[in-house]
């Protein structure tokens, strides 16, 4: 791997000529270009979110980059998921593997590495430490609370994103500084929702929704990382690219916030976390805790996306191929198809929420 080097605090010729774009930018120079190619990130999901903060991340000259994730590429994912092609979707290649493929080829100095892993409460730590931002590119909010659980345990800063439909989100996340998601989550409520959440698989996303999400989170992590962050840290920023509105608030830290406050990692501790166990063959049931779930309300959103759909007062059953879903009121379900507990939370997340 050709890596850019950097002599006596300088940057080689060749790599000062590839961003020389970006060095005449004043706020980064030189040396914020030199520390974005020292830098270390983690990238936890790559969907359209992360595919696209990638791409703009190793072409700025982030020097290593970890790729998380555990599903793989569908024909389904090329409207929005930039960077895929055909031929991945074709070999069904784990999102990890092909990302990593042509970011090497976008940018051969960089180190990239794909993980295809399902981030959980035993290895999360050892995947995100040693890094200095994380990223999100995740697609349910139990995974985003562990990774908020492990980067106010460690210091580490990152950027929550999100994306559905025509609508998305982005707040950068200073621990100990900024409010985290933890303190959001109780400000909108969103840890305690119960019932049935919009995901991309139920009401669809705009893969321009999806870009200029991306480009805010990736700016704001390229800043932070060329060690010019501070304004701008600890504001939520939205954007619906079908209406055109755009906006910005301050989110204060909560001073009794269980994550930056009480330092309680429920996350982290697999307190929080579905709990997940074989039910007879090829099926595996995922306890969902404290939810309920509107069923007739989920009858509707599958409609348009799955088969079979069929419900009664008790349960709502439908069909993905191959898989078939069984939910109930509690939020219970058992996903027949599959014994792997990371494709069954993956469905889960997809036509549920989480």
């Not at 890094?131 to 697609?139: E, M, S």
């Not at 460690?154 to 989100?169: C, L, M, P, Q, T």
């Not at 840890?191 to 049935?196: F, L, M, P, Q």
């Not at 755009?246 to 307190?271: F, I, S, T």
Request: charged share 25%; proline share 3%; glycine share 10%.
């Amino acid at each position: 791997m050709n890596l850019p080097f950097i002599h006596n605090g300088h940057m080689d010729p060749k790599s000062y000529e590839r961003y020389s774009r970006q060095i005449l930018f004043a706020a980064i120079g030189e040396k914020g270009q030199e520390r974005l190619l020292a830098s270390r990130a983690a990238l936890v999901g790559c969907g359209a979110l992360g595919t696209a903060i990638a791409n703009l991340l190793v072409r700025a000259g982030v020097g290593t980059l970890r790729i998380i994730d555990r599903d793989f590429v569908e024909e389904s994912n090329l409207q929005r998921q930039m960077l895929f092609d055909e031929a991945d979707a074709r070999e069904s290649l784990p999102k990890a593997v092909a990302a990593e493929r042509h970011l090497r080829a976008i940018n051969a100095g960089a180190a990239v590495e794909g993980v295809v892993a399902d981030l959980t409460p035993a290895n999360a730590e050892d995947l995100l430490a040693g890094h200095d931002i994380i990223l999100d590119g995740a697609d349910n909010f139990e995974t985003r609370f562990l990774v908020n659980d492990v980067a106010v345990k460690r210091g580490i800063r990152w950027i929550y994103a999100g994306v559905v439909g025509s609508y998305g989100v982005m707040l950068p996340i200073h621990p100990s500084r900024t409010a985290c998601l933890a303190c959001l989550a109780d400000l909108m409520n969103a840890e305690a929702t119960h019932g049935v959440e919009e995901t991309c698989d139920t009401v669809g996303v705009l893969g321009a929704a999806a870009g200029v999400i991306s480009s805010l989170a990736a700016g704001a992590a390229i800043k932070t990382l060329a060690n010019s962050a501070g304004e701008g840290d600890g504001r939520l920023t939205s954007f619906d690219v079908w209406i055109g509105r755009y906006r910005a608030v301050q989110v204060a830290r909560d001073p009794n916030c269980r994550a930056c406050a009480r330092h309680e990692y429920r996350y982290l501790e697999g307190e929080a976390m579905p709990h997940v166990t074989m039910c007879g063959r090829d099926s595996v049931q995922i306890h969902e805790r404290g939810r309920k779930l509107d069923l007739a309300l989920l009858g509707q959103r599958l409609g348009p996306v799955a088969a079979d759909v069929r419900q009664n007062g008790f349960l709502l059953r439908f069909s993905v191929n191959p898989y078939e879903i069984t939910v109930f009121a509690d939020g219970r379900a058992i996903i027949k198809g599959t014994r792997e507990p990371s494709v069954a939370r993956s469905l889960y997340s997809r036509y549920l929420g989480a």
